[in-house]
C-alpha cells in the first residue's frame, strides 16, 4: 500500500563519545523512508534538497523502491545542515548549528502521482507544512504526524491545527507533557485525544515507545543494546518501521499497531548502533526477523 | 516458605505535590513485609524501632503473618525518623531530615527461629548490617539485596563483599551505573555479574524494570498511573511483592521470577497512589488480579 513520507533531507555533523561524523546523510525523511522500505516498495518521498546532495544516496532510496517525484532540487541552493553534539549519556544533545537553506523555502505540492497516498507520515517540520500536505491528500487511510516541543514553544496554534486532523500522533513524554500541561502520561493522554488524534504513540528514548488509545494502552521496551553510538534519527526510523509494517500489512487495529510499534522499535536499534545510516543501509530480513524475536523474549511472561 | 525480612522502620515526614503527610509510617521493612503479606505468611521482621512506635501498627502486621521475634523495641530510644520533599515531577526528591536515632545502634541478632529461612530480602541498610544478617543464615534457598548510590559513596568495598553473597541485586538505573563505571545497562549487568549475582534487577521508577541474567533479559513497564501521590516506599513495595511471589511459589527458575517481577510493578503500583501505607493496607487478591490483568494488556502482543 502506497506510504507518502514527509520531511527533512539533511546533512549532518554529529558528535558522541563515540566519534565524530562530519557531513553525514541525515533528515527525518530519509530515515523514515529508510526503515520503511524493509516492509513496502510503494513509498512516496517528499522533500528538498539543494544541488550538493549526492546523486547516489538518491539513487540508492530508488533502488529500494523509493519514488522520487517529490523530491525538489535545488539547483543553486544548498541541502539543509543541523550539527550537533551528545552529551555522555547519550540523552541528551546540543544544537551547534542549524543551517536552514533550501528549507526555508520548502512549500510542498505533491504530484499528482502522490495525492492518492494511503498511508501518510509527516516528520517533523513547520506545522504549516504538516497542514498543507495533508490538504492535498486525495483518500488517506492513516495520517501519523511527528512533532517536537519547539514547534509548541513558537507555533501551538498552528500545531493545534494541524494535530486535529491526524490520526496517530507521536511525541515524547515531556512533549506529551508540554502538550497537555499535564504531567501524568495517562492524563496528559486524555486532553491530547480531545485534540484530534485517535491513537497516541509516546517514544522514551532508551525506555520503549507507549501506543495509547483512548481505551487501551500498550508498552514496548527498548531492546538494551551494548553499544548505542548514536541516537541521530531513531525516532525517525521507529517512525519509518511502524508505517512501513501498517504499510504494508494494511491493518489499523489497535493490536496490529501493537506489532507495528514493535517492528518501528526493532529498526531504531539498528539505527543507534551505528552513525547516520551505517546499519540501516545493510539489514537483511534475517537481521530483523532475529531482533524481533529478542524483543518477544524481552516482553513474553506467562501469567 | 519462610520470608526473612530486613531493613528499616520508620516515621517518614513526606510532602509531594498532593499533600504533606506528617509523621506516617515508613520504612523498608515495613513496606516490604506489607507488601510480601499478600502472597506468604511465614515473614520474619528484623528491624529496630523505638518505645514511640504504635503498637497498633505491629499489630497489624502481626494479623498478617509477620513475626515479631525479630523486631527491637528499644524503650528509651526513638524510631528512625526520614523527612522529604518530591519535586514537581516525582522522579527527584530532597531530603530534608534524617535522624537515625535507634537505627544508630542496629546490629541484628536473628532469633533462633528466624536462621532456617530460606528466602531473604535485604532492605537498604549499610553493608555491614546486611553482612551482619547473612552470615546467620543456615540455610538461604534465595537471597535478595536491596542497596542505593549512598552506601556506593562512602563504603563501596563493604558493599562488594555484601553483593558477593547475594543470588539477587536490586538497584536502580544510575546506581547499576554507578557501580559498574558503565553506561550501557548491558555492560553494566555483564559487570555486576562478575561480581556475584546471578540475577540484577534495574528498577527504573515510572519506566518500569529489568531482569537480567547472564544471558536473559525481561521487561516490565510500570502501569502508566493517573495519579502517583506519594512514590516512597515503591521501591521496597516492589521487592515485597516479588520475594512474596518467590516465595509462594518456591520456585527461582528465570520464568518464575519474570511473574515475580509482574507481582512486584503491581504491588509498587498500588503503593504510590496514596501516601505512606494508605493503599498497602486496603487491598484485596480481586484488586491485585485485576491489576495483573492491566500489566498482562500492557505488554503482550502476538508477533
Known amino acids: ?171 515524547n513524554d515531556e512533549e506529551a507533557r508540554q502538550l497537555s500541561g499535564e504531567y501524568s502520561l495517562v492524563k496528559a493522554a486524555e486532553k491530547i485525544f480531545t485534540m484530534g488524534p485517535k491513537f497516541l504513540i509516546i517514544k522514551k528514548g532508551e525506555h520503549g515507545a507507549m501506543l495509547m488509545s483512548p481505551d487501551k494502552t500498550f508498552y514496548c521496551p527498548a531492546l538494551p543494546l551494548a553499544e548505542v553510538k548514536d541516537p541521530t534519527g531513531a525516532g525517525d526510523t521507529f517512525a519509518g518501521g511502524f508505517m512501513g509494517y501498517l504499510a504494508k500489512t494494511e491493518d489499523t487495529s489497535f493490536e496490529n499497531m501493537k506489532k507495528a510499534v514493535v517492528f518501528g522499535s526493532t529498526m531504531a536499534s539498528f539505527c543507534v548502533e551505528e552513525f547516520s545510516l551505517g546499519k540501516m543501509k545493510t539489514l537483511t530480513p534475517a537481521d530483523i526477523d532475529s531482533r524481533i524475536q529478542q524483543f518477544v523474549q524481552l516482553m513474553s511472561v506467562d501469567l
Open 1 to 171: 500500500m502506497s506510504l507518502l513520507t514527509v520531511g527533512t533531507v539533511a546533512f549532518d555533523d554529529i558528535q558522541t563519545p563515540y566519534g565524530h561524523a562530519e557531513k553525514v546523510i541525515g533528515g527525518a525523511c530519509t530515515y523514515i523512508s529508510w526503515a520503511a522500505s524493509y516492509f513496502t516498495n510503494d513509498i512516496r518521498l517528499t522533500s528538498i534538497v539543494g544541488a550538493d546532495f549526492p546523486t547516489e544516496e538518491i539513487k540508492e532510496l530508488e533502488a529500494r523502491g523509493v519514488k522520487m517525484d517529490g523530491l525538489k532540487i535545488v539547483e543553486d541552493g544548498k541541502t539543509f545542515f543541523w550539527a550537533g553534539k551528545y552529551h555522555e549519556n547519550m540523552n541528551q544533545r546540543d544544537t551547534l548549528q542549524t543551517d536552514l537553506n533550501v528549507l526555508d523555502d520548502f512549500d510542498p505540492e505533491l504530484p499528482d502521482s502522490y495525492k492518492d497516498s494511503q498511508y501518510v507520515m509527516l516528520g517533523n517540520l513547520t506545522p504549516d507544512i504538516q497542514i498543507r500536505v495533508m490538504e492535498q491528500l486525495t483518500a488517506p487511510k492513516l495520517i501519523v504526524l511527528d512533532t517536537m516541543n519547539f514547534w509548541m514553544d513558537i507555533a501551538m496554534d498552528r500545531l493545534k491545527v494541524a494535530i486535529a486532523k491526524v490520526d496517530v500522533l507521536t511525541i
